[in-house]
Nanobody, 125 residues
Framework: QVQVEESGGGLVQAGDSLRLSCAASGDTFNTMGWFRQAPGKEREFVAAINWSGRETDYADSVKGRFTISRDNAQKTVFLQMNSLKLEDTAVYFC????????????????????WGQGTQVTVSS
């Protein structure tokens, strides 16, 4: 049975850092991604990583501030978020797929098979 579960969200101040974790078990996931959804907005792509960790991708809004990584032995993917901004406030979702979605689809929400329930990140001024 596949399980995807996020943790690590919380309330921080602008400029602070936070690290999210995503524990994914029950299958081998060649694509892992992070998405986020702010109130009143659609869910959007944040970052993605392949199995080896050598291929990563970031939304322009987080590039240079966020880092995605994975530890396959622990079946966990991380999202290190630095220099947080007010506009980073959202529910962050972890997504997983057994296929490598590649450059065409790794940013596409509907291509991911498995999703976590989300973890709230709130950035205050």
């Amino acid at each position: 049975q596949v399980q995807v579960e996020e943790s690590g969200g919380g309330l921080v101040q602008a400029g602070d850092s936070l690290r999210l974790s995503c524990a994914a078990s029950g299958d081998t996931f060649n694509t892992m991604g992070w998405f986020r959804q702010a109130p009143g907005k659609e869910r959007e792509f944040v970052a993605a990583i392949n199995w080896s960790g050598r291929e990563t991708d970031y939304a322009d809004s987080v590039k240079g501030r966020f880092t995605i990584s994975r530890d396959n032995a622990q079946k966990t993917v991380f999202l290190q978020m630095n220099s947080l901004k007010l506009e980073d406030t959202a529910v962050y979702f972890c997504a997983a797929d057994r296929n490598w979605l590649g450059p065409s689809y790794k940013r596409v929400l509907r291509e991911y098979t498995y999703w976590g329930q989300g973890t709230q990140v709130t950035v205050s001024s």
